[in-house]
């Protein structure tokens, strides 16, 4: 095998001039946006700081249900479906929606304020096998260098400052959330602090209801909300080092620095939410002050060598599991590329693409802390884009592909968190809204686990009712254990929440004239059909994806209870319900125009180049249709996809990357790549229409936007490049690892390592001439010495683990 795949490092030559032109850093808890200006501002967030209280959901329910939504109610609108009585359907179904889920929100700004820089020279460098931002510059001629990085080892944020002559600088904290205190001075070792005390809202609307009360914050004590005794506090602490004088400004957020040649910052947070989130008691508010100030003080102290250098250690320990290069490898330098990606072929662009999208995890995503949102772990706004939330019927998922695939399996632990809380609230309004067992989740969720339909009572049901989101949150748990093969976890964890999503979708399938198994009422998310009387809608009955979601859902639930068994009576029950329901499911359907049907009837898409794919979901990232196993239900896929043609935002187009690699279509996936890969001509700063009539395309910071700025993208066009050069199976021996199986035909040499496979191995690859030429397969999760199949153009051989292969001598010459 050749040697490993060079690291990437991005490159700017002038600081941001606005948020979409920052350096993303973080750690999972806390995020910052390095801007590098004058100000050396960095935008701060932590993962934690939300707007609500846990028992929002719980409240939000008990609304709902005194509306009138309960299962009578939903009887009823089955027979208002049954009857296409489509504006009595609406009515209906908008009683069960509850309010919307809540918003992340911005912790503030940290500034190491310099007065001015010379931006001539200026250079940013973004180090993603390290995740270090290091910057250069000069002031008043005096070379400065500056590195920014935020470490999950010592769980802060680092700002070093080096200059060759002595300069002076202003540190500040500020935040838009409503501060309830602040404290400054200079410690017995000459370390100086600022902290602030901040509140968050405990109930906040998206933007996109303008005539809502934006936020609502507490008025009086910790049981004025809800009778809940949360108390919505947060802490945010910085502490100076530096061999210059710090003076603490009195009255303000400010030290003033003099005379230093080295400055090192040590940014910490302390929140109750957090604690929360961790199962821990609440703090009094004194004491988050202290606790951050204290931690801060304690890193400061350590040193900035010592800091980097653990910092460097773990990060590459994460970001070197895997790499991409293509082309024929020349050195083991790092190489530079150019932020702006100008003039870069797509070679270098998938490559920059693939490593940015296991950066911006390793940097968005570690266990104890919330997953990744809408934005990853960044954002500058109080009312972000569609709250910042977790949409799932798409987007959370999404930002998960790459975890399991890409070796970062213990990031994937949040999102698993965060299925646990919202099958908590779920099984409530399972129970209460539908008279089902089990859990259920829709539209949107938050770190509180909200699992109500959200729109307040008037948005469309087209996007507002959808009861298969924890289905689809299921597919992560199934991922979990089939690339981890933790059978502890799979008996402790994953299979009761498995249990718990197949006990609602039992209840929630309903006998057809013919026997056969459906839904009621049913959507497609966000779609409307059109019938051929011209009428259109939102809901109707069995969509493709439900059908998909159930099928996936309780097969794998019988799987895992074979892998593990259960002893509990109401288990083996369940077992037995799911076996006899899977034969009756209503199969999916084929038109005339040999595409999918989206819906149950014959309805068509009332937009046929509508952005979400949901009726494909089988194809990618279930994996039911496949071009070997279901080759007709593949050619419709197929079909379906050119139908619905290119184009949309950085989610979309990632989702089409990833279906067409599933069907080997390289080539199309590359253009498709090419076209999501295109710097946003536009202000990224207006948001686009949601339906995705307006292109999006790459920030000048790489964000993928559509605009507005969404991190799935990112996420989705790094995992849809590993299925385009391994493809996976559900592990079975009639489903091989899948050696290029969708390889374009520009590029025709590289070297992929470390993307894992189910069942736990990992592979490392070469290709030249578009050939397999060196293969190794490692077993990373302890399964011993084994033999794994796998194909390339449509040959199979059988490969043992742990041992280098030459794989041209497995395939030898192939046309």
Request: charged share 20%; no cysteine.
């Amino acid at each position: 095998m050749s040697t490993a795949p060079r690291p990437v490092r991005l490159r700017w030559t002038a600081p941001a001039a606005r948020w979409g032109e920052a350096t993303p850093v973080g750690n999972g808890e806390i995020g910052g946006m390095v801007l590098g200006d004058a100000r050396g501002r960095i935008g701060l967030n932590d993962a934690s700081l939300w707007s609500g209280t846990p028992d929002g959901p719980r409240r939000a329910l008990d609304a709902v249900v005194a509306g009138g939504a309960g299962p009578e109610r939903l009887a009823q609108v089955r027979d208002a479906v049954a009857r296409h009585d489509d504006d009595e359907t609406e009515r209906l179904l908008r009683t069960f929606e509850g309010p919307w889920s809540q918003e992340f929100l911005p912790l503030g700004d940290l500034d190491l304020d310099l007065g001015r820089i010379d931006t001539t020279g200026y250079e940013r460098v973004l180090d993603l096998s390290s995740a270090v931002v290091d910057e250069t510059f000069l002031l008043d001629g005096v070379p400065v260098r500056r590195a920014t990085w935020v470490s999950a080892a010592d769980g802060a944020l680092v700002v070093e400052l080096v200059a060759d002559s002595p300069v002076s600088a202003v540190v500040r904290l500020r935040s838009p959330l409503r501060v309830a205190g602040s404290d400054a001075g200079v410690s017995d070792g000459g370390l100086a602090h600022l902290s602030l005390l901040m509140e968050t809202p405990v109930d906040g609307a998206p933007k996109h209801e303008p005539d809502a009360v934006a936020h609502v914050w507490r008025e009086g004590g910790p049981e004025a909300v809800g009778g809940s005794g949360f108390d919505p506090a947060a802490a945010v602490a910085v502490a100076v080092r530096t061999d210059g004088a710090a003076t603490v400004v009195p009255g303000t957020h400010e030290v003033v620095i003099t005379g230093a040649r080295r400055v090192l910052l040590a940014v910490t947070t302390e929140t109750n939410a957090r604690r929360w989130w961790r199962h821990e008691p609440q703090a009094p508010r004194d004491e988050l002050v202290a606790r951050a100030a204290r931690h801060a003080q304690d890193v400061a102290a350590s040193g900035a060598g010592a800091l980097r250098a653990r910092h460097e250690a773990a990060a590459r320990e994460l970001l070197g599991r895997s790499g991409l290069e293509l082309g024929v490898p020349a050195g083991d330098e790092p190489v530079d590329v150019d932020a702006l990606l100008a003039d870069a072929d797509d070679r270098a662009l998938a490559r920059v693409i693939y490593a940015y999208g296991r950066y911006l995890l390793v940097s968005s995503s570690r266990p104890g802390s919330p997953p990744a949102n809408l934005q990853g772990i960044w954002n500058a706004s109080m009312r972000p884009p569609w709250s910042s939330n977790y949409t799932i019927n798409i987007n959370t998922q999404m930002n998960y592909w790459l975890a399991e695939r890409t070796g970062l399996g213990e990031l994937h632990e949040p999102l698993l968190d965060l299925i646990e809380r919202v099958a908590g609230e779920g099984r409530a309004v399972a129970g209460e809204l539908y008279g089902a067992r089990g859990w259920v989740a829709h539209h949107n969720t938050d770190p509180w686990g909200y699992a109500l339909p959200v729109g307040a009572g008037h948005s469309p049901t087209s996007w507002a009712f959808w009861p298969m989101g924890g289905l689809w949150l299921a597919d992560h748990l199934w991922q979990r254990w089939e690339y981890g093969r933790d059978r502890d976890e799979l008996a402790g964890r994953v299979l009761p929440l498995l249990l718990g999503a197949s006990a609602f979708a039992l209840d929630w399938l309903v006998a057809g004239p013919d026997g056969t198994l459906g839904t009621s009422p049913s959507t497609s998310p966000e779609n409307f059909f059109l019938r051929a009387d011209g009428t259109s809608g939102a809901v109707s009955t069995s969509s493709a994806m439900d059908l998909s979601l159930i099928r996936a859902t309780l097969e794998r639930t019988l799987a895992a209870a074979e892998a593990v068994g259960v002893a509990d009576a109401a288990d083996a029950t369940l077992l037995d319900e799911i076996r006899a329901a899977l034969p009756r499911i209503a199969p999916l359907r084929v038109a005339d125009d040999g595409t999918l049907y989206e819906w149950g009837d014959d309805s068509a898409s009332l937009e046929p180049h509508h952005r979400h794919l949901s009726l494909l979901i089988g194809l990618h990232p279930l994996h039911a249709v496949d071009v070997e196993r279901t080759p007709e239900l593949a050619d419709a896929a197929r079909r379906t996809l050119d139908a619905r043609g290119p184009g949309a935002m950085g989610w979309s187009w990632s989702w089409k990357i990833a279906m067409r690699a599933r069907l080997g279509d390289g080539d199309v996936a590359r253009d498709l790549l090419r076209e999501a890969t295109t710097p946003y001509p536009g202000d990224p700063d207006l948001d686009a229409p949601p339906d995705g009539s307006e292109w999006g395309g790459l920030l000048p910071n790489l964000f993928s936007t559509h605009p507005p700025f969404q991190i799935d993208g990112n996420f989705g066009l790094a995992a849809a490049i590993a299925e385009m050069l391994v493809g996976t199976g559900e592990g079975t021996p009639d489903s091989p690892v899948r050696l290029l199986p969708a390889l374009p035909a520009a590029w025709p040499d590289g070297r992929i390592t470390g993307v894992r496979t189910r069942g736990g191995v990992a592979v490392d690859l070469d290709w030249r001439g578009g050939r397999p030429v060196a293969l190794r397969l490692h077993d990373v999760v302890g399964a011993g010495p084994r033999d794994v199949t796998v194909s390339f153009a449509g040959r199979t051989r059988t490969v043992p683990v742990g041992s280098p292969v030459a794989a041209d001598s497995l395939f030898g010459e192939t046309s």
